[in-house]
């Protein structure tokens, strides 16, 4: 990539310009968003949370970084403007950037690299202008790559976008520096690749590392400090880190004040009934209590959206997850968050009856419910995921196949488990004798999904989810049961066209088809164990009716095919065909049956997702990544002045430019790459005084 510099180095030193957009000339090969749902994510995805369960603690870094690092300073001091020379001009003021939940897609991840990389940037916010400058510290809350952390995907999707947004700075001295914690996705191969990127003082463009753990505190001007704790995989506190911020703290006093940033929301949780990554939260908090310091601001990242809450105290939580991976939902978020009771351990008794009230988010509740409805393009934005259940349909229906064949070359295809069906089916006498029972199932399908179409992709008030923490009343109940009638009838599709003959025939086939109960009894116990965070009641009836509707879908699509191409063929009851014709029908009706239900099965998964939205909050990170939402990002931009103010700005990015060309200035520090559409940067709510 390109070389570390030196002090003084001049523009003579800087990387070479870019003759064109290729990777060859960027340095780095732009990455598309993760696909989450792509088969060969599904199963690393898969893998990488199994082992970091089971040797997630013995992958456990921390400890090693304390015995490279015991005599490592306590505190990064930024009290003069070259924290390097203590002899240099004291601070009066600082800016500080955080940003956290980036290095996946290119578009979102270089956007925001490219408003950070700025030198000056001004914002308005009902009718007033605020300036802004870029920040002397960079603050990387979490996950800073995606899916999982390596060499290769840190390259390419965090350190190659952040280097074309700011390629150079020329006086080291004034080069902003960069600090970086670990989210769960950078903790999966045990901080390997993490300590290597971000705890050597290399270079990131402009940014230089400086940290020599993957937990720092920061000793800013003003008497102000940020701590940026490391709380991850068991959510435990671990022992070196406990005594290092332990020692942090005996330099903490009356008149100090403390900025503390951590890697998940762990106070939203506590919401849901799960408290325990909030008491260690809550225990590195009382560490700054007790001396008599003031902690007035909490930061975090992980989920990818921008939420502020408030204690009545004034100490503010903020989760500003919005760097470059795809948006999650605000709609879900509870108004009001109980913290009594969930700091437990010493010195949780200093404060009674906390609570915390939610006063923004970006997006609105409103803008992030319109997200919803973008779920039915699921299989169009998913098709290897349909191909992956169209490889479980060619084994569920080979296996039925196979155990009805006739021995020998006495072929009798009227009597193997596709004629079965296609005897179930309609013929074309039915079509021709009943067009009026046609003709009016097919109305009815019409207007259920004229119905679904104007209640819930036009957004009426029906349509409206409950909050995560709201308790369901007579409304919710009726909605509930709206939405499940609304969707049965294309579920029961295969009843209401064909009766329960194709039913009895795929029951009679099962019980001679072991392999195929194997598949029915994998798609049952797939979809209750997708259904994560639930309650087992929940989990089995939401799962027992998910894998309903596959299956039926599946048995519909069948038969329909079936019907079809034995009918083309030819086939009456009692006649013989030969081997080869009988092999050409049959393959072709599995390969058809198979991809089609694979698109049937998809789009009814796309479907699931949409309720799950709607009234399973707790799977809103599988809705959301299905949906891959570029837009609405957010940073936070912080200001310490001279009288020993602090002031938040909330920076948020509407819509993510699609396109980029190649930027002509020869200036070493002007970015890579310019946006082909208008790159805006807006407040999200008026600058916080803490």
């Avoid at 230089?208 to 993957?214: A, D, K, V």
């Avoid at 939401?542 to 063929?569: M, R």
Wanted: aromatic share 12%; net charge neutral; with cysteine.
């Amino acid at each position: 990539m390109y070389a570390g510099r030196v002090t003084g180095q001049e523009a003579a030193g800087a990387p070479a310009r870019p003759r064109d957009s290729s990777a060859a000339q960027l340095g780095f090969a732009p990455q598309p968003y993760v696909r989450w749902f792509h088969p060969f994510e599904l199963a690393r995805a898969g893998v990488r949370a199994v082992l970091a369960e089971m040797f997630g603690a013995y992958a456990d870094k921390r400890e090693l970084q304390a015995a490279l690092y015991a005599s490592s300073r306590v505190a990064h001091r930024y009290l003069q403007l070259d924290p390097a020379d203590s002899s240099s001009p004291e601070r009066k003021e600082i800016w500080l950037d955080f940003v956290a939940d980036l290095g996946d897609g290119f578009n979102a991840t270089f956007a925001v690299a490219s408003l950070l990389a700025r030198e000056q940037l001004v914002l308005a916010h009902e009718g007033r202008s605020y300036p802004t400058e870029r920040g002397a510290l960079l603050v990387m809350g979490g996950d800073e790559v995606y899916p999982g952390a390596d060499r290769v995907e840190y390259a390419e999707r965090t350190v190659g976008p952040y280097r074309a947004a700011l390629p150079f700075v020329a006086d080291e001295r004034a080069a902003p520096h960069l600090f970086a914690l670990p989210g769960n996705h950078d903790w999966y191969d045990g901080l390997s690749a993490f300590l290597r990127q971000f705890t050597q003082r290399r270079w990131i463009g402009g940014w230089r590392t400086q940290q020599e753990r993957s937990y720092f505190v920061l000793e800013l001007p003003q008497r102000y400090w940020l701590w940026g704790i490391d709380i991850q995989l068991h959510a435990d506190v671990d022992g070196p880190q406990l005594a290092y911020f332990e020692l942090a703290a005996t330099r903490l006093g009356p008149g100090h004040s403390v900025i503390l940033c951590t890697a998940e929301p762990s106070w939203v949780d506590v919401a849901n009934g799960q408290s325990e990554g909030y008491r260690n939260l809550a225990f590195l908090e009382s560490k700054v209590l007790a001396r008599g310091a003031r902690l007035v601001l909490v930061l975090t990242g992980d989920s990818h959206h921008y939420a502020r809450f408030r204690e009545q105290s004034g100490r503010t939580y903020i989760t500003a997850g919005g760097g470059g991976a795809f948006l999650h939902g605000t709609h879900t978020l509870p108004e009001r968050i109980e913290l009594t009771g969930a700091d437990a351990g010493p010195g949780a008794g200093v404060e009674a009856a906390r609570s915390l009230q939610l006063e923004k988010v970006f997006p609105e509740r409103a803008e992030s419910r319109q997200q919803l409805p973008g779920i039915f393009r699921f299989t169009q934005r998913n098709k290897a995921f349909a191909l992956l259940w169209a490889a479980l349909w060619l084994v569920m229906g080979w296996a039925l196949l196979s155990a009805s064949l006739p021995p020998g070359s006495d072929w009798a295809p009227a009597a193997t488990f596709t004629g079965r069906l296609a005897e179930a089916g309609p013929s074309r006498a039915d079509f021709s004798s009943r067009p009026g029972t046609w003709l009016g199932f097919t109305l009815l399908v019409l207007l259920d999904l004229s119905i679904g179409y104007f209640v819930h992709v036009r957004g009426s008030r029906l349509s409206e989810p409950s909050g995560a923490a709201a308790k369901w009343g007579a409304r919710e109940w009726l909605r509930l049961s709206f939405d499940v009638l609304l969707w049965a009838v294309p579920a029961l599709a295969p009843a209401l066209v064909f009766g329960m003959g194709p039913l009895a025939v795929l029951l009679s086939a099962l019980a001679r088809s072991p392999a195929a109960v194997s598949v029915c009894l994998l798609v049952l116990c797939g979809a209750m164990v997708y259904v994560s965070h639930a309650r087992l009641s929940v989990r089995v009836a939401v799962g027992l009716a998910h894998a309903t509707v596959q299956l039926l879908s599946w048995l519909f699509v069948a038969t329909c095919l079936a019907s079809a191409l034995l009918s083309l063929g030819g086939i009456v009851a009692g006649a013989e065909w030969s081997p080869l014709w009988c092999l050409l029908i049959f393959g072709t009706w599995l390969l058809s049956t198979a991809l089609s239900a694979g698109l049937a099965s998809a789009t009814i998964f796309g479907i699931y997702l949409w309720f799950a939205g709607r009234y399973l909050p707790k799977q809103l990170n599988d809705v959301f990544s299905a949906l891959a939402v570029e837009d609405y990002k957010n940073f936070l931009r912080l200001h310490i002045d001279e009288q020993g103010k602090l002031t938040v700005y909330p920076i948020g990015i509407r819509r993510v430019p699609r396109a980029w060309q190649l930027n002509l200035d020869p200036d070493p520090g002007a970015p890579f790459l310019l946006p082909q559409e208008e790159l805006k940067a807006e407040l999200i709510e008026p600058p916080l005084q803490l």
